[in-house]
């Protein structure tokens, strides 16, 4: 499926932490670049994540704020 | 300020596109890896974005998505 | 691409009102019953979306609130 | 109260998955057409969510994301 | 309709910039305690807002972030 | 760090509630005026967040719904 969210960037599972409801996820989209991920328990699952899988993170345009020291 | 979102990624801005009441912004977080952001323009305007100032991406684990091919 | 948001609702696109920025959609999913969507203006055009075109409603499980009378 | 969030959709509750700080509710909002969403335990609690209880899926337009083949 | 959003807070409002698709509305919720809320301007229009009527600020718990200096 | 979030709220820390994956924040911002927010529970954990602690309410104007009677 194409979906609307802007924001589609390749990566590589790094870390899986589940909870009873929700799962964090971390994945490398660059070198050194990681993003955390907390999705529900089940979607992990179903989308069978383990380390070292490619996989992308997703984020609408309207969820990434931007920040400035 | 110290904020609770967790992801945090540096970048520079690479294109702005201002709307009636928000602002589309895109950041180069890595060679080749933009991600693209929609703000208020106030917000925008406040914070004097311009092309090529240093910026971060701002995100919370729960509004990053997982995708797999 | 598979996506980790739980919810992927079949429908047929109803009303399209373009923005500057963004880009309000109506979709159909069930015989009266009638999902609005917010996209990027951008995402709206690349996905060539158009009255009566099959599409989904994607919205992560976090995102859908519960109300009662 | 009335509320800005575009979409409010009519349901039955069809199943319950409690958490420690968040719980799991499944809506169905028309025949077959399920929706996930995923609330604070004690929001779940004080509204004395069961099965079969009426409710209603709200989710502002933005949060809606739409997808295609 | 009682809904699942753990932050209901009464105010009033304050101002009010209509854009295309989307319109700002602050609301004053304490003695100099504003807060500002985009709506699609659909939303806006229906429920009458105009400067000066009592309304709430509702918010998810999970789209509430904490900050420290 | 500045961020593009709209809504900058000082309070106080009133109540710690800490689950597997996300931890419940409740905020003081005024006299009786309170505000729950549900973050990860590292990001509680490493901003050593205590009772009585000042810290800001953070929300984006995208997140703030209004409500009325």
Redesign the interface.
């Known amino acids: 499926?194409?979906?609307?969210?802007?924001?589609?960037?390749k990566g590589t599972v790094k870390k899986i932490?589940p909870?009873?409801?929700?799962?964090?996820?971390t994945?490398e989209?660059?070198?050194g670049?990681e993003?955390?991920?907390?999705?529900?328990k089940?979607?992990?699952d179903q989308?069978r994540?383990s380390l070292g899988?490619?996989?992308?993170?997703?984020?609408?345009?309207?969820?990434?704020?931007?920040?400035?020291?």
């Open positions: 499926m194409k979906i609307s969210a802007r924001n589609h960037l932490v909870g009873v409801v929700n799962t964090e996820v994945l989209i660059a070198p670049v993003v955390v991920s907390i999705i529900t089940s979607s992990a989308m994540l899988k490619e996989a992308y993170v997703v984020v609408k345009a309207t969820d990434v704020m931007i920040g400035i020291d």
